[in-house]
């Protein structure tokens, strides 16, 4: 699978900063699927299927997850925890998206094993360039283990 | 150990045994002595008397021979002496002074002559006596008698052992007696002493001493029974306010520890919640202007920056917030910081941004303090961006950074040929939101200089300023010096 057809996974319960947050990755990489998921349990859902449901297939071709940090119901954190310590998902890239730079919170993601900690600039122009360049790195320029049908767990 | 052998070393109940039997020693040695005294007299004048009785008797008898000088007659009337065994020697004498006759006991010895007066009275081991013989008023011849004293002596002797037994006998009694009673005396003085010993020595204050009685001693043990439990009292409550102040500092800091985790939760939460709506606000005014652009006219646009601007403007109010409320609350890293390297640092950053007045920096080499890193840069990044924006409007720039030592404390001086501001409003300065220019006149969120005074304190030093009239503004931060104590003071106070 080309790196391009990689798709980012969006958890963000915020509406604004979902319409914000997909309008700056869209302009930056067109091409890449945007997944989007409301809240903590959603994601969860998503990456791991419910009662109800089977885990999406689109989780194999992920590239990179965008995780705020304060979600309702279950928070960033414990989601980053839940990928972690699944061997479907803890090589996932996992970037955390919050909009306080608390040292402590900051802390806490790495040592939960988050691969990068962003704060979300309150100047659109800098969020945009934020945006950019998270998209350009993690589906263009970083490698993740082989996806589809190789990926056999 | 000698010393235990003083006087003053000795228990007291051996001193008021000393005591009371040296005085009866005296006493009975007093009695017993004059008693013997006594007794010796008493004999003697009894001796006396018997022996002038005998006296009288025998010159009455021997007169009439004496006058016929009967000698024969004599003789047998002092024969009659005989029978008395401690007579030594009787002598008659005549009118003429020659001895008529004489009775001589044991020892052989001449009668006396009368040419001397020999010695009457008692003398020696002698009781003399001379007397002279008389008949119708006339003398008519001289009497001598001499008497052993053994007999009295023999007396006297077995008096004096008698009362000097009984007298030891007494004394023994008495010390007996003694022994007993001095410990009315000294036992409520031992126990009192044995009492405040072990007070003193296991700080056990419910300990009493019994009282006896209501004399001095009473009131002796009385009173040092209530002033112990005086003691005892106050410590109680010395304790019990001690508790009450440990409880309420334990409950002062729970409410403060309560109080932090709540602020932390609240700046947290500003951080966050204010910021969301923020972006939104801004980020959308963004896609406003850029998505629909052709369907605003010029006021439109304007208004549209002009609510961009105002949400940049608050983001930094924000940001100011946090980082005051960050450098309250943060724990400090105490360690010596090259503040002429840091201030070189943040100059340099200063620089790159866009002004173009031509300025002239100073900094003093080596400047050492000590503190936390990250606060202080904080402390000194807001000085000197003031110091920037505020020579901003000036054609040339000039900023001096030196530091001036003193015993145990380094102050450091940031002196800028700006804009200075009025000093009769020093007073506010380093109050957070207080602003002494416009907006208009100089951009800021009237927190930097809070984050000054703060960053300042916790390090237990001050910061101050003053602004001469046109010669723009200094500001003056004292810190403790970096000495060994300082920074233990320093590190204790951030281990907290």
């Not at chain 1, 090589?91 to 806490?108: A, C, G, H, I, Q």
């Not at chain 1, 122009?125 to 283990?145: D, G, H, I």
């Not at chain 2, 503040?339 to 007045?357: G, N, P």
């Amino acid at each position: 699978m080309a790196k391009g057809e990689c798709s980012i996974l969006v958890v963000e319960d915020n509406p604004d900063d979902q319409i914000l947050t997909m309008r700056a990755l869209r302009k930056a990489s067109s091409h890449s699927p945007i997944i989007l998921q409301e809240d903590g349990q959603a994601a969860l859902g998503f990456l791991f299927g419910t009662e109800s449901s089977k885990r999406s297939p689109q989780v194999d071709t992920l590239g990179v997850i965008l995780l705020d940090l304060k979600l309702p119901k279950v928070s960033g954190l414990e989601v980053l925890r839940r990928i972690r310590s699944s061997p479907q998902t803890d090589w996932l890239p996992v970037v955390m998206m919050t909009s306080s730079d608390e040292p402590n919170e900051l802390r806490e993601a790495y040592r939960l094993g988050a691969n990068s900690f962003v704060t979300k600039q309150i100047d659109y122009s800098k969020f945009s360039e934020q945006m950019c360049l998270l998209a350009r790195y993690w589906l263009t320029v970083n490698q993740v283990p082989m996806v589809g049908s190789s990926r056999s767990f | 150990m000698s010393n235990h052998w003083r006087w003053q070393y000795w228990p007291l109940r051996t001193k008021l045994l000393l005591l009371t039997v040296s005085i009866s020693t005296l006493g009975i040695l007093l009695v017993c002595t004059s008693l013997v005294v006594v007794e010796n007299r008493t004999y003697e004048a009894q001796l006396e008397s018997e022996l002038g009785v005998i006296a009288d008797i025998l010159t009455e008898q021997s007169a009439a021979a004496l006058l016929f000088e009967d000698s024969q007659q004599v003789k047998t009337i002092l024969s009659s002496l005989n029978q008395i065994e401690t007579i030594e020697q009787v002598c008659v004498y005549n009118v003429s002074g020659d001895v008529m006759s004489a009775l001589n006991g044991t020892g052989y010895e001449p009668c006396p002559s009368l040419d001397v007066d020999p010695a009457v009275g008692f003398v020696g081991d002698y009781y003399r006596l001379l007397e002279p013989v008389t008949l119708d008023g006339d003398i008519v011849g001289q009497f001598y008698l001499m008497s052993r004293l053994e007999v009295l002596r023999e007396h006297i002797w077995t008096f004096i052992v008698i009362s000097f037994s009984v007298g030891v006998g007494i004394l023994v009694l008495l010390i007996w007696v003694a022994s007993r009673l001095q410990r009315l005396i000294s036992e409520p003085i031992v126990e009192l002493s044995n009492a405040a010993d072990r007070i003193s020595n296991e700080h056990d204050y419910s300990i009493r001493v019994p009282v006896y009685g209501k004399d001095e001693l009473g009131i002796l043990g009385s009173a040092f029974n209530e002033m112990i439990g005086t003691i005892q009292q106050q410590n109680q409550k010395i304790l019990q306010s001690k508790n009450d102040l440990e409880r309420t500092v334990a409950e002062r800091t729970s409410e403060l520890s309560l109080a932090n985790r709540e602020l932390e939760a609240f700046s947290f939460s500003v951080s966050h919640d204010l910021r969301q709506p923020l972006r939104a606000v801004e980020g959308f005014g963004q896609a406003l202007e850029e998505d629909c652009r052709d369907q605003l006219d010029d006021t439109g646009l304007d208004y549209l920056a002009r609510i961009r601007a105002a949400t940049v403007r608050m983001g930094g109010l924000i940001d100011g917030m946090l980082v005051l409320s960050r450098v309250s609350r943060q724990a400090m890293e105490v360690e010596r910081v090259d503040l002429s390297a840091m201030l070189a640092e943040i100059l340099e950053e200063l620089q790159d941004t866009t002004d173009t007045v031509p300025s002239e920096v100073t900094i003093q080499p080596d400047m050492q303090v000590v503190g936390d890193e990250r606060m202080l840069r904080i402390a000194f990044q807001n000085l000197l961006e003031n110091a920037w924006k505020y020579t901003s409007k000036n054609e040339k720039r000039a900023i001096d950074v030196s530091a001036c030592e003193e015993h145990n404390s380094i102050t450091i001086a940031l002196k800028d040929n700006g804009v200075g501001f009025d000093m009769k409003y020093v007073d506010k300065l380093f109050v957070a939101f207080n602003r002494l220019h416009t907006p208009a006149q100089f951009s800021g969120t009237g927190l930097g200089l809070a984050t000054v005074d703060r960053v300042v304190r916790r390090h237990f030093g001050r910061v101050f300023a003053e602004s001469p009239i046109d010669s723009g503004a200094c500001f003056y931060v004292e810190l403790p010096r970096p000495e060994r104590g300082a920074e233990s003071g320093l590190q204790q106070q951030a281990t907290r």
